[in-house]
């Protein structure tokens, strides 16, 4: 299993420029998550969806649509980037088993908006 | 005020050491709680669970004191790759989707 994937690992845009950010699991996880994290700052919930069809707002919306394309695929778009978008950007998926609930990362894409 | 506190540090230990990072949470309906685990420009990765009264793995115990809202995460003979940044995490339950609030992260680091 590859676990959590996430297309590109690098990205450089020019301001106003736009993206999508790639993300899948093969884990047959239910929920699926963007964070972005930035120093000193930690992580933050940007969107999330807790199954297939369905997307719901985290801490830090705004720039940014996702799409659920199917239980194993989640993307994220800046439509306009602007150089506060310049972070570290994490997709996460999970399930809820019993009382326990975890969250598998990708390996990250660093995006630099200039 | 941010749900979930860590001192971010760094701690600079000797290998051999022992070493505990507290955290404090601020939402009482958090139920669950977490360490995870991030290397330098990696993601993070759970570490262990911290239920009820808490739990040991190997060198690691994890405690969680619910009328004092805090948790703490305790590593023995710390070893040179035991350098990462800690993350405490709590868990709501909204529905299905259960979000996790992360800590800023405590930065550990075990010298030779």
């Known amino acids: 299993n590859a676990g959590v994937t996430q297309t590109p690992k690098f990205q450089v845009l020019k301001t106003g420029q736009s993206m999508t950010l790639q993300c899948a699991q093969d884990?047959?996880?239910?929920?699926m998550y963007w964070y972005r994290q930035d120093p000193g700052m930690g992580l933050r919930l940007i969107y999330y969806s807790a199954s297939e069809g369905t997307t719901d707002k985290g801490e830090v919306p705004n720039g940014y649509n996702v799409s659920r394309l199917n239980k194993r695929e989640f993307s994220l778009r800046l439509e306009s980037a602007a150089p506060s978008q310049t972070s570290v950007y994490f997709c996460?998926?999970?399930?809820?088993?019993?009382?326990?609930?975890?969250?598998?990362f990708g390996p990250g894409t660093r995006l630099t908006v200039t | 005020r941010k749900e979930v506190e860590q001192d971010p540090g760094p701690f600079n230990v000797p290998e051999g050491a022992t070493v505990a990072f507290n955290c404090t949470y601020s939402n009482s309906a958090s139920q669950s709680f977490f360490w995870y685990r991030q290397d330098c420009r990696k993601e993070p990765k759970l570490l262990m669970s911290v239920y009820s009264s808490g739990n040991e793995d190997g060198r690691f115990t994890a405690q969680l004191n619910r009328a004092s809202q805090y948790i703490s995460l305790l590593i023995r003979d710390s070893k040179l790759s035991d350098s990462a940044t800690y993350l405490c995490v709590g868990a709501n339950y909204g529905g299905s989707q259960g979000n996790l609030i992360f800590g800023k992260g405590t930065k550990l680091s075990v010298k030779p």
């Open positions: 996460a998926s999970g399930t809820l088993a019993g009382v326990s609930y975890e969250q598998y």
């Open positions: 884990m047959n996880h239910n929920s």
